[in-house]
């Protein structure tokens, strides 16, 4: 993979807010051509315009929607990106025996489907040149058990075994793949949470920042070509 220097090229998901925009930023302050992905197009775009990115707006559980995706893409670069960030994401906080099914399987549709329909459209096309990396937003809840968080943490755990998979299967291929579990962090999926109704959660002035985040990723990017950043673990000290 060209390093970030010399005009490499990147998918980032969710990257209209949070950790996604971040991630965005970083790799245009790179000078990395990025295409945008998230599915309210109006902030998308807006955010596009500020950065200098492409936008394009798609739901990732619209197999329509990936597939025009990827034909953009590849039209766009010439080629699969030489990086694909996986952040987008959904949270929510329930007790399990209040938690619907239909909200179960939007954030497993979030959280987990989207990230496999990301790497299985991309991940041929770079097993084929021997190069890529692929990055996924997981969360400390991937690993670490808190109530009230039975569909969040089943989507993270399940994003979890699909990198180990995944990376298992690279291994020696030139993909690099990396797994970056932050803590608590303070973005706009934390806006619709009632504090009162749950209590003992961490105060978003002590959350990490998104820009921390997104700069762990650019870690793991910048990474040497030999080395296989697996997992990033983050919290705030």
């Avoid at 987990?112 to 990055?135: K, Y």
């Avoid at 009162?196 to 998104?210: E, F, K, N």
Wanted: net charge negative; glycine share 10%.
């Amino acid at each position: 993979m060209a390093s970030l220097a010399d005009g490499a090229t990147a998918v980032v998901t969710g990257a209209s807010r949070g950790i996604g925009l971040e991630v965005a930023r970083a790799l245009r302050g790179r000078g990395v051509q990025v295409v945008m992905v998230a599915r309210s197009r109006e902030p998308l775009e807006a955010a596009a315009r500020e950065l200098n990115g492409t936008p394009f707006a798609a739901d990732l559980a619209s197999a329509f929607h990936v597939e025009r995706l990827a034909e953009q893409v590849n039209s766009h670069f010439g080629d699969a990106p030489d990086i694909v960030v996986n952040a987008a994401g959904a949270f929510s906080l329930a007790p399990i025996a209040e938690t619907s099914l239909d909200a179960f399987d939007a954030t497993l549709a979030a959280n987990l489907r989207a990230p496999f329909v990301m790497i299985r459209t991309f991940l041929p096309r770079m097993l084929e040149r021997g190069s890529g990396h692929i990055v996924s937003i997981g969360s400390i809840a991937g690993r670490q058990a808190f109530a009230g968080n039975g569909a969040y943490a089943a989507s993270k755990y399940g994003l979890r075994g699909l990198h180990e998979v995944l990376e298992s299967e690279v291994k020696g291929t030139g993909v690099r793949v990396t797994l970056v579990e932050p803590a608590a962090t303070d973005t706009p999926l934390w806006d619709g949470v009632d504090y009162a109704q749950h209590t003992g959660l961490p105060d978003r002035s002590q959350m990490l920042s998104p820009r921390a985040v997104a700069e762990c990723v650019l870690f793991a990017l910048e990474s040497p070509a030999a080395v296989a950043i697996k997992y990033l673990g983050i919290e705030r000290s």
